[in-house]
Every structure is written in C-alpha cells, then in structure tokens.
C-alpha cells in the first residue's frame, strides 16, 4: 500500500502532524510520500529542510489512499487534486469544524489500520458548474459543496429568476441562491436555512439566501437535473459565483449559471465507525 501524505503548511506548523502520521504508517509498513498541495506548490513558504518533498501529481498515479491536514477548506482543495487520479481521501482535522475529516489530531494512531485493509470508501456526488455569458461558457468549475451565487457588497438584492431543466421553479428577490450537494447541505445551504441530507444521497439542493418573498423556500431536486439561474438586469449592482468558498467570479445580468451532477465523484476514507449523524451533533451541537 502507497499514501500520499499532503500537509498544510498554513495549520500544521512545521508539518508536524505530517511527520508523526508518516511515522504511524512506516512503522505498520505502509509506503508514503509527503507532497505539498498543487495550491501551496511554489509558494515560498518555509518548510523542514529534512522533509524531501516528491511531485504530487507523479505520487498519486500509483497511490492508493491520499491523507491530507487541514479543514474542510483543504479536504476541497485536495478533492480536486485527488480526483484526477481516481485516488481516495482521509483528511485529518487541523482546524475548527472539520465537518468532512476523519480523524482529529489525537486520533493519528488510528491509520496504521489502512495496512491492515480495516477501512471502507464513501463516495460523494459532485457538481459541474458553468456560467454562460449570451449563450457561451466562460466559466467551469468542479464542486463537492455547494456553487454560491451571492451580490455584491453595495447590492440591497439580486433579482434571480431559478429553472428546473426547462421548468421555472422560483422568481426571487434575495441575497443570493445556494447550490448544493448534500455534502455541501451541511455548510452554507444549512446557514441559509436549507435542509440536511444525507451526505451519500444524491441530490441537488437549491437553497435561497435571504430571500425578499414570504413562499420563498428551499428545494432538493433529483440528481439528474440541470439547475439553470438566471441573473436579472443589474443596474449599479453587482453579483458574484463561488465555487466551494474558492475566488469569486464576477457576474453581469443575464448571465446564467448552469449546475448538473458530475461524472467525476469524491471517495472519502472512512476508519472510525461513527456515523454520520454522530458527526453532525458532535460537530453541530446537536442533541
């Protein structure tokens, strides 16, 4: 078995965390590579001038799991750099809500059970992600989350006009529209008032922020849908597109942002045996 360990210079302060996970999987005979995130790759950072850093992208063509530090926030980033190579994540929790990670920091001993085979794969759904600008694309992205379509700063609302395929299901006045998988259900579709689901469900979910209408409400849509979002006219207003709480992209009215399920998926390693809703309240404050 190969890991590739991917550390956040940002949260794990001299890697750390890294050194003492790589040393846990050595020791249960477990090869690993400690790469830096394509995101960090040339940055400038300082770093141990022990660690021998390898490629990411040359390591993860023959690796088998890839365990990365961080929150949620990284668990994203390494979403993408994973699923070019069809390679599984664990993330360890280095920050403050970690919703997807696995493992806290003072559960690493808990990975010397990948040599043994003692864990199961998740798979999550994924969503394409455009914006078409007088019928051409002129953006894409790839989102495990949710796509956020929010105004500006100065902007009192948005005027979004909401279709189902061909089918219109809302015309609103709102701060914005959410666009989530149930991955993303959890995060900020859930702050604006939408529904948790699931994480391995797949559904779309379409989550109104702030809206200006009293029958405004949240909807969850079949996987195979095409969520199409129309930006009204937009005199001295501004909207904007974040794709997993990644660079905004700068909206002009009559832009349409298109959402469908991807063929590509996220595969989550799974070790502790907690479930999905001992997660949610323990994380959430749950009951």
Do not use: W
């Amino acid at each position: 078995m190969k890991v590739v360990l991917s550390p956040n210079p940002y949260r794990d302060k001299g890697l750390k965390a890294a050194q003492s996970a790589e040393k846990i999987l050595r020791a249960a005979g477990v090869e690993t590579a400690v790469c830096l995130p394509f995101s960090v790759e040339g940055g400038g950072i300082e770093l141990p001038k022990h660690i021998q850093f390898k490629e990411t992208a040359e390591e993860l063509k023959n690796a088998d799991i890839l365990v990365c530090f961080g929150g949620d926030g990284t668990i994203l980033h390494a979403a993408k750099d994973a699923n070019q190579f069809g390679v599984p994540i664990l993330g360890v929790n280095l920050g403050s809500v970690g919703f997807m990670a696995e493992l806290e920091l003072g559960e690493l001993s808990m990975l010397s059970r990948l040599a043994s085979g003692k864990y199961s794969v998740e798979h999550r759904m994924m969503l394409d992600v455009q914006v078409r600008r007088e019928g051409r694309v002129i953006y894409s992205d790839l989102a495990l989350n949710d796509a956020a379509l929010t105004k500006g700063a100065v902007a009192r609302v948005v005027e979004l006009e909401v279709m189902r395929d061909k089918t219109l299901i809302s015309r609103m006045s709102a701060d914005g529209v959410v666009v989530s998988t149930p991955t993303g259900s959890t995060a900020y579709s859930m702050s604006a008032g939408g529904p948790i689901v699931e994480p391995t469900a797949e559904n779309i979910i379409v989550t109104p922020i702030c809206p200006h209408a009293l029958a405004a409400r949240a909807f969850v849509l079949d996987r195979d849908r095409t969520v199409s979002i129309r930006v009204g006219r937009m005199p001295r207003k501004t909207a904007f597109l974040s794709v997993d709480g990644g660079r905004a992209f700068k909206l002009n009215g009559g832009d349409v942002v298109e959402t469908r399920r991807s063929k590509s998926r996220t595969s989550l390693v799974r070790i502790t045996g907690r479930s999905f809703y001992e997660i949610l309240n323990h994380k959430l404050g749950g009951a």
